[in-house]
């Protein structure tokens, strides 16, 4: 995977390739970036950035990775112009894309399939491989749900792991100068991740550790206070949906109208587009009318029947909301939606006049709290009955409200 393959994301881009040139990378690199973002995408074209050895005209290899001087011309007066990516087309270059570079080495959450068992990552390395290909910007859900044979399998990376990791490492490389450790979410590591910190502090030479993590929050203090900093910021929204309408031959209205609702997210866009069918406008329509004018009756109803979506479309639907009222807190301010397409408009304004904006921005709060409990398995029909509870005292004093 090449930087060019990477949504966005050119300043960082730009940081990864300058630090390399002039000198200043550090052995242990932690990228820290939100669901969908492409740290892990950034990641990987990063180590191919690293084991790439292209060749010059002149048959030599080109400028050197870690701030040696860089070769001149046949003339003497020009240096050749710093390399910005990888070359996509020598050996390493293909290995490195198809996963299987012997000296760049992976680690990601496991699953138990069988009592007593000890996984390690290179058991799914088929798995993993397919993953990357199919859905580099997913999550930890997504990978778990991939390789899990049990119901309620949680993704760990074990003690075995970091004892298979300290092996690998130890041995010499094959084929390039470096050896690299992708580890991808390491705030999956428990207390197991204090066998990793001597390695982290003193690794052996040329070896070069890269951390992708979504909280680093959750991570081990011990090991982030060992790392180089690197933040990875939410996507465009123009990024997004220009990735949308290439890459996923979404039309162009759909793509403009999921760009702008997912936040930066671009593997909850690939959702919102799965679901583009979806009238979440007509349900939040009928949401608003049963809290406020329908009653108790039509309530139950509605919950009943987003109880059944499932928990993505669930996730969906409160995300299409708080966009709305995020439309409806800037025309409110400002007097302009740029983010709101077709009736969109309209029913931002029908929200600001149900709802000042201190009411506005707690329902948002309600609806990010409501997310978090969904991504934890929380009961969708006591959630929302929860929900409705709570959005109506939010707003009771304004219940003169029809959506027709």
Not at 364 to 386: P, Q, V
Request: with cysteine.
């Amino acid at each position: 995977m090449q930087f060019s393959d990477i949504i966005g994301q050119q300043a960082v881009k730009q940081q990864l390739a300058e630090l390399v040139q002039h000198n200043r990378l550090s052995h242990a690199l932690l990228f820290l970036g939100k669901e969908g973002n492409g740290a892990l995408p950034l990641a990987l074209a990063f180590a191919q950035y690293v084991v790439c050895t292209p060749k010059t005209p002149e048959g030599g290899l080109g400028p050197s990775l870690f701030g040696e001087p860089e070769p001149h011309l046949a003339s003497g007066e020009t240096n050749l112009k710093p390399r910005t990516d990888s070359c996509g087309v020598c050996p390493a270059c293909l290995k490195a894309q198809q996963l299987v570079h012997p000296d760049i080495h992976f680690s990601y959450p496991t699953v138990t399939k069988k009592a007593g068992e000890k996984p390690v990552a290179t058991d799914f390395i088929t798995e993993w491989r397919e993953f990357v290909k199919l859905n580099p910007y997913g999550n930890s859900f997504d990978w778990i749900e991939l390789i899990k044979e049990k119901e309620n399998s949680q993704g760990k990376i074990t003690a075995e792991e970091c004892n298979d990791i300290i092996r690998k490492l130890s041995l010499k490389s094959f084929e390039s100068e470096y050896k690299i450790l992708i580890m991808w979410m390491p705030e999956m590591l428990g207390a197991e991740g204090n066998k990793l910190l001597k390695l982290i502090e003193e690794p052996p030479p040329n070896t070069l550790f890269i951390l992708v993590t979504e909280n680093d929050a959750l991570m081990l203090q011990t090991i982030v206070s060992r790392c180089q900093l690197i933040k990875v910021p939410a996507l465009e929204t123009k990024d997004i949906e220009e990735a949308l309408t290439s890459r996923n031959k979404t039309e162009p209205a759909i793509a403009r109208q999921v760009a702008s609702v997912s936040e930066g997210n671009y593997r909850e866009a690939l959702q919102l587009v799965q679901h583009a069918e979806e009238d979440w406008q007509a349900l939040l329509r009928e949401w608003l009318n049963a809290v406020l004018k329908t009653g108790p009756v039509a309530q139950t109803k509605w919950v009943e029947e987003i109880s059944r979506l499932g928990r993505e479309k669930q996730k969906q639907f409160l995300r299409y909301f708080n966009h709305l009222l995020e439309q409806a807190i800037l025309l409110r301010a400002t007097g302009d939606a740029p983010g709101a397409f077709g009736t969109e408009r309209d029913f931002a304004e029908r929200l600001n006049k149900i709802a000042g904006m201190e009411q506005q921005q707690a329902i948002i709060e309600e609806l990010d709290r409501a997310s978090y409990y969904i991504e934890r398995n929380a009961n969708g029909k006591m959630l929302f009955h929860a929900l409705t509870i709570k959005l109506y005292h939010i707003i009771q004093d304004k219940i003169v409200f029809l959506m027709d």
